[in-house]
Structure formats: structure tokens, C-alpha cells
């Protein structure tokens, strides 16, 4: 039977530490996410407000959070809050199952790159060669250069489909041959080359896709049991799994997603056959362990799934963000993970995104500290602010809070010939939002959940409470034509839908 964990409570110690393992560390970030988690942005002139997680959840539409620190190389915290379904009365505590989403890309590189140390794969190989159940096609692009392993992991192997929306648990589900080829029943575009590989990056569930069915197609295993076999078994993560039929003992585990305001998905959950991209079933606890053994591995510890060089490998960079994707926590990628930083201040990433749950993965190899945070609710706000708190908790000091200055006058007409509906073009996909006037200010709104508030900083200049980032409103013949998100180096440009 499951601990009902409450908020308010005594800090409960993850299995895999003891007591005294506890680092004080962790003890003030466990005061931080009960009382002090505070937005990305501080408001110059108004009262710096701190917020308890229950609060945040509840303004973030977010049922339920499952939290694990990593202080010396151990999870010496962990704890699970709110609920697995809105109104439902189990509680979440470090035993529910959450999708990873796309934290399972980098379990799944440590896999495949286990299997190169096993010489049953190549990193720089062309994967024809050694695919036997679907071939990809040739094109323009791959006449010189090759799409490899290494690159396919590193997401500069030129291929399409950035992401996957999953099915319904009741719906026919496609083969991964199916998947590739965009044939019914599969709800997403063929996988193909669009550039030349090894020159540019950008993001592709797909090609991890085609990853997923090399691993296969040479061991002749079945994916889940391959990645049992070669990872979550020897790392002891016993909650994990890419198995997508559920036994009804793990079903009772789960955490329902939530897309759409306070309404769970239906089935609870979507399948998703592309298991290497979005298929991993798992807890923090289980995705910290596999994150220490990264960190371990690189820092020269032998008898893990990789080896020393190799892990030194996988956190090696591979190929540099292009500025519009960079931020703080990722500048390059390497085998699997974002990287930023280096030598003792070296971090390596990932987020995840399924359908009704988010996550975040991040640890610092040389410090032996990291963080893993899963949610069956979509706001990357709230991930924000609980990654600050460790932040500050741990005393990092690498995500200062901005200070911004808010205008004393707003432009009422300029506001509202700035609503309207715009599109963030990525590689071949694309994300709409509406901006709407909704007194006293614009808001930013893709669903009934996902919305911010735009403050204004001047004359079309906005910020947001959740980013530090500027939204910039371009016009053309006195009418909002795009608005251009702003962090650093980092522009993002949404065009006006016509």
C-alpha cells in the first residue's frame, strides 16, 4: 500500500539513502518547495511574494509533482505531492509512474551506446548498414555524408518529425517500420532526410525513432526487454519500464495526464510505440539513479552500463545549439543530453513532454548534485520555479532571478491590435498561440491552462513572471505582423497567423 505523503509533513528519505545521508542542502530545498518557491522574475517596487508548492499547483492547474534531489552522488530526497488524477483521492508519493516523455531519449543513448561498447553497433556507421527491417531512403542529402548513430543521438543527423502525440490507449497502434514510413495507423509524417547530416542540428523524434529499430533489428530483442537487459535492470530501477501494454499492478501506479484544465486524459494516458523518443514509464527516484550512474561512470567509476570513456563520450559536445535553442541549462548536445558549462561546472539535461505530463532531468557530473521533477500536469512555469529553488537551496547559483521594471502606462490600441493568433515554426512542425486582451493586460494563451500574462516594459515590450525572457512586438503598417521571444542570443519568432 502507498505512504499518503502530505504536505506539512516530515521530509521523507528516498530508499537509496539513509537519514544520515540527508545533506542540509536538501533539507532547505524541502523548506523551499513546502514554502518558498517564487517566480523566474522579481518585480522592481513590489513585495518579492513566496509561494508554497500546493499554491503553485494549484494556479499552474498541475494534480500532481513527485520530486527527487541528488546531493554526494545519492538521492537524499524525495517526495511525491497533490494527487494522480484531479478529485481523485490517491496520493502521489515516490512509487507513482510517470511518462518521462522525452527524458527517454538519453536512457535509451546510454543503451544503444552500451551496445557499441559490445561491438553490436558503430557510432559512425551508416545505419543501413546494419538496418534490416526498414531502410532510409536515400536522398539529395545523404549522397556524401551518412546518417550514423552518433548522429541520430546528437539530433544532427538531418532527419524529420520533431515530436509524437501518442495514441489513444484504445486506438490500433502502428509498427516502428509504420511509424517511419508515416503509414496508417500512424498519426505522424514520414521520417526522411532534410539536410545534409552532420551539419546542422535540429530536433528529431524520428531519428530516434530509426534508432529504436537499429537497436532491435541487431539484437533481435524486443525493445523493452533490450533496454531491461541493458540498463534498468543493472542499474536497479525497478519502477521503470518501456513496456506500453501495463500490467494491471503497474496501471494502479500511475499517474493520470492532464492536457486540458482540470480534465485527466482520456484512458488516463497515451501509448506511444516510439518507446526511445517517449515510451519510459518511471519515477525521479529511478531517473536519478540512472543520472548518478552517468555522472559516476564519466568521473572514472567502473561496473556500470557504460564505461568511463564512453560516458566521458556521451558528455562529450557534439554539435553546438544553434543560438534560437540555447539557454542556460543547454549551449551544445552531446550522446542523449543537452550540455552547458564545463569542467566542475559541466551540467548535463533533458526535458521531457507527453501527452498530459511534463518533466525535467538535470545533474552536475562534478558535483555529484542533481534534480529530477515529474508532473502529470503541462506547465513548464512550475518546473521553472521548483529548478530555481534547487537552485538556490544548493547554493549553484547558475539561474539568477531577473529583476524587471514595470511600466506606469500601457497602450490600450496597440494591445489589441496586437491580439491575434501566431506560429512558432520548429524544423517542420509548428506551435499556434493566441495572444488575447483580457483585462488588465495581454495574455498569451495556447490552451485553458497554458496561458501567461504579458507586463509591460515599454512601448510593444513586454515580460512575463515565469521568464525572465522580453517578448518584442514587431508591426508593419501599424498592425502586430510577429513578436520575437528574447533571452540572450535566444530568438524565437512568432509569425502572425494570416
Excluded: C
Excluded at 536512457?107 to 558503430?122: H, I, M, N, T, Y
Excluded at 534547487?390 to 494591445?415: H, N, Q, W
Amino acid at each position: 500500500m502507498r505512504i499518503a505523503l502530505r504536505l506539512g509533513s516530515a521530509l521523507i528519505v528516498a530508499a537509496s539513502a539513509s537519514a544520515s545521508a540527508q545533506s542540509a542542502a536538501a533539507v532547505r530545498l524541502g523548506a523551499q518547495l513546502a514554502n518558498g518557491l517564487r517566480p523566474a522574475v522579481r518585480i522592481t517596487g513590489e513585495r518579492d511574494t513566496s509561494f508554497t508548492i500546493t499554491e503553485r499547483m494549484k494556479r499552474y492547474h498541475v494534480p500532481g509533482v513527485s520530486i527527487a534531489v541528488i546531493d554526494n552522488y545519492q538521492v537524499v530526497w524525495a517526495r511525491g505531492f497533490g494527487t494522480t488524477e484531479f478529485g481523485a483521492r490517491d496520493l502521489v508519493d515516490t512509487a507513482t509512474l510517470f511518462l518521462a516523455g522525452s527524458i527517454s531519449k538519453p536512457v535509451f543513448a546510454s543503451g544503444a551506446l552500451a551496445l557499441v561498447e559490445q561491438g553490436k553497433l558503430s557510432l559512425d556507421e551508416d545505419i543501413n548498414a546494419r538496418l534490416t527491417s526498414w531502410k532510409l531512403p536515400p536522398s539529395e542529402f545523404t549522397t556524401t555524408e551518412k546518417v550514423t548513430l552518433r548522429r541520430l543521438l546528437s539530433h544532427s543527423a538531418g532527419t524529420t518529425v520533431w515530436g509524437f502525440p501518442g495514441y489513444d490507449v484504445r486506438a490500433p497502434l502502428p509498427t516502428v517500420p509504420q511509424l517511419l514510413n508515416g503509414e496508417k495507423p500512424a498519426n505522424t509524417g514520414v521520417v526522411k532526410s532534410f539536410a545534409v547530416p552532420g551539419t546542422s542540428w535540429m530536433y528529431s523524434g524520428g531519428g530516434y525513432t530509426i534508432a529504436q529499430l537499429l537497436t532491435t533489428d541487431v539484437t533481435g530483442e524486443p525493445f523493452p526487454a533490450l533496454m531491461q537487459r541493458l540498463v534498468l535492470g543493472p542499474l536497479g530501477m525497478r519502477a521503470s519500464s518501456y513496456e506500453q501494454q501495463l500490467t494491471p499492478a503497474r496501471v494502479r501506479l500511475t499517474a493520470a495526464g492532464h492536457e486540458h484544465g482540470d480534465t485527466a486524459v482520456r484512458g488516463r494516458y497515451h501509448v506511444y510505440p516510439e518507446m526511445a523518443a517517449a515510451g519510459l514509464w518511471t519515477t525521479p527516484s529511478d531517473l536519478a539513479r540512472w543520472a548518478i550512474s552517468i555522472a559516476r561512470a564519466s568521473r572514472g567509476t567502473t561496473g556500470l552500463p557504460l564505461s568511463p570513456a564512453m560516458a566521458r563520450t556521451m558528455l562529450t559536445p557534439q554539435i553546438t545549439l544553434p543560438p534560437n535553442f540555447a539557454n542556460a541549462m543547454g549551449k551544445a548536445w552531446g550522446l542523449g543530453v543537452t550540455l552547458a558549462g564545463d569542467g566542475d561546472s559541466l551540467v548535463f539535461s533533458h526535458g521531457g513532454r507527453d501527452e498530459g505530463f511534463v518533466a525535467t532531468m538535470l545533474m552536475y557530473p562534478a558535483k555529484g548534485r542533481g534534480l529530477v521533477v515529474m508532473t502529470n500536469g503541462v506547465s513548464g512555469a512550475l518546473l521553472n520555479e521548483i529548478t530555481y529553488a534547487f537552485d538556490e537551496a544548493m547554493g549553484l547559483r547558475t539561474l539568477p532571478r531577473a529583476a524587471k521594471v514595470l511600466a506606469s502606462s500601457r497602450d490600450a490600441r496597440a494591445e489589441a491590435s496586437t491580439a491575434g493568433a501566431y506560429r512558432l515554426k520548429i524544423g517542420n512542425d509548428s506551435i499556434t498561440y493566441d495572444v488575447r486582451p483580457h483585462a488588465p493586460r495581454l495574455w498569451l494563451v495556447r490552451s485553458p491552462i497554458d496561458s501567461v500574462e504579458w507586463l509591460p516594459q515599454g512601448p510593444d515590450l513586454y515580460f512575463t513572471r515565469e521568464s525572465a525572457d522580453d517578448i518584442q512586438v514587431q508591426r508593419l503598417n501599424g498592425r502586430a505582423s510577429s513578436f520575437t521571444v528574447v533571452s540572450g542570443a535566444r530568438r524565437l519568432v512568432f509569425e502572425r497567423v494570416p
